[in-house]
């Protein structure tokens, strides 16, 4: 490994390399990440300083504390679900699914800690239709004015993400890499996430493509009429 190469935890690289995209100018509606990145503070406040809306997980047992009529309550967000009325959830769809649209009950409470002119901090909760106690949470961080369809949609696209790593490790071999040095390792990943963009650039062609072009065996097109 290079010198100028230091030990940096999962938390810290991710807050270089977003704060570095963000600089560039990259847009970006939100930023999804898992649990670990969720309940690093620094992070998410790194996230809010450049007015970054995003949706973390967070682990259930997250101590939340804030302040309610000039007393400190500790918390967490298991505890604040359970308490929340039935007709709070939602039904939503969190994106297309294998099987189709991949419904869960979804709820939100917003949080009562500072937040800057025109957004707003939210707990979010999803909840599976099949089983009420398996619940996931998530850090919120968006415009005032967004919808809990909109927050859901956004965390729903986490599982759009694992797809394409999926796809990378499957078909590019992202993780059969056996690479005994730095500079093998750095290389061999380089060119799996290269190729890996580029079959999705193309993808998203044809895709479009397809949506525009028009279906030869349809009854509309003029050429089959009779």
Known sequence: MPEEIAFATKPEMAREMVARLLDEGIPCAFILADAVYGADTKFRRMLEECAQPYVLAVRSNQTLRFMEDWTLIQSDPFTMIAEMREDAWMPLSAGEGAK????????????????????????????????RDTIACYFAYARSGSTLAELAAAAGLRWTIEECFLRAKDDLGLDHCEARSWHGWHRHISLVMAAAALLASLGADQRRSGLTNPNKTSPDNPAIQA
Do not use: C, T, V
């Open 100 to 131: 189709g649209p991949r419904l869960y009950d979804w709820a939100r409470i917003q949080l009562k800690y500072h937040a800057p002119e025109g957004f707003s901090r939210w707990l979010l909760a999803r909840r599976s239709l099949r089983d």
